[in-house]
């Protein structure tokens, strides 16, 4: 298969796997605007009522579509030959590049941050109630950081990719 074929293929897969893994950041945010706490006196019933929610909500997809959304974004960077003046910040590719670096601290929140502790909140790890309770604290701002981070995080992609007159 011609590279220029999977280089489409990448695209529409790089812009589906973004509506995917932000598209659930989004959802959240307009689902659970406030963070509400679960203390020690909250009743057992609650809180695992509470959980059960969050676990039917969450889906390993919006996690892999992250994957996604890294994979065919470097290998169009590639095809391109731009990989490493976007990686670095050199001369009109600076600004994509800073998109592209906003979307790697995404990737390595959701993954290294976010995901560990939410484990732990929906009990695929052993945790205590007490730890629960502190990482669905960690996994609600981490997940608020994702989302606030998309919007400069496109912003910088299509600028780069369709303003090189103003950064040019």
């Avoid at 999977?6 to 659970?32: C, E, P, S, T």
């Avoid at 695992?48 to 994979?71: C, D, M, P, W, Y």
Wanted: hydrophobic share 50%.
């Amino acid at each position: 298969m011609d590279l220029d074929v999977i280089d489409v293929v990448a695209r529409w897969l790089h812009l589906m796997g973004v509506v995917v893994w932000l598209g659930h950041n989004y959802a959240n945010v307009i689902q659970n605007p406030l963070y509400r706490p679960v203390g020690p006196n909250t009743p057992l019933e609650e809180l695992e009522e509470r959980l059960e929610t969050a676990l039917k909500r969450e889906h390993a997809i919006f996690r892999h579509a992250s994957l996604l959304v890294l994979a065919s974004g470097a290998f169009m960077l590639w095809h391109r030959e731009i990989l490493r003046d976007v990686l670095t910040l050199q001369g009109g590719h600076a600004v994509l590049g800073i998109g592209v670096w906003l979307g790697l601290i995404m990737v390595a929140n959701l993954w290294f941050v976010l995901w560990p502790h939410q484990k732990r909140v929906l009990g695929f790890v052993p945790a205590t109630l007490e730890e629960r309770i502190q990482c669905s604290r960690i996994t609600f701002v981490s997940s608020r950081t994702n989302t606030i981070l998309s919007f400069p995080s496109f912003f910088f992609m299509a600028a780069g990719a369709h303003s090189s007159f103003l950064f040019g």
